[in-house]
């Protein structure tokens, strides 16, 4: 049974940053593609990163290009997303998905493209 789990959450000022895990377990992961969504309160869960299943192919929403880094560890079943800058806005409870498949289509900011999910980790930024 697929189990995905968050961690690095937390209360940082604005400007600040943060790291956040997610490991995967009961499958083969290493070709999955692996991405992290965001929702706020009263609005929709959208996109922030991907990482595709060779690594080096990553991408991420307009708003926080330049200041999130997502990686990954194959090894370790584990994607990261290092948060830096923080805004206010960036408030939300972030959650990783996980679509374990040779996925090679252009949907990775789509919830749908993801098999799998964390139960969310919850990021707060004051201003």
């Known amino acids: 049974q697929v189990h995905v789990g968050e961690s690095g959450g937390g209360l940082v000022q604005a400007g600040g940053s943060l790291r956040l895990s997610c490991v995967a377990s009961?499958?083969?992961?290493?070709?999955?593609?692996m991405g992290w969504f965001r929702q706020a309160p009263g609005k929709e869960r959208e996109f922030v990163a991907a990482?595709?299943?060779?690594?080096?192919?990553?991408y991420y929403t307009d708003s926080v290009k330049g200041r999130f880094t997502i990686s990954r560890d194959n090894a370790k079943n584990t994607v990261f997303l290092q948060m830096n800058a923080l805004r206010p806005e960036d408030t939300a409870i972030y959650y990783c998905?996980?679509?374990?498949?040779?996925?090679?289509?252009?949907?990775?900011?789509?919830?749908?493209?993801?098999?799998?999910w964390g139960q969310g980790t919850q990021v707060t930024v004051s201003s």
């Open positions: 990482i595709g299943w060779s690594g080096p192919k990553t």
């Open positions: 009961g499958g083969t992961f290493s070709s999955s593609t």
């Open positions: 998905a996980v679509n374990p498949t040779y996925y090679t289509g252009t949907y990775f900011h789509l919830p749908t493209t993801y098999d799998y």
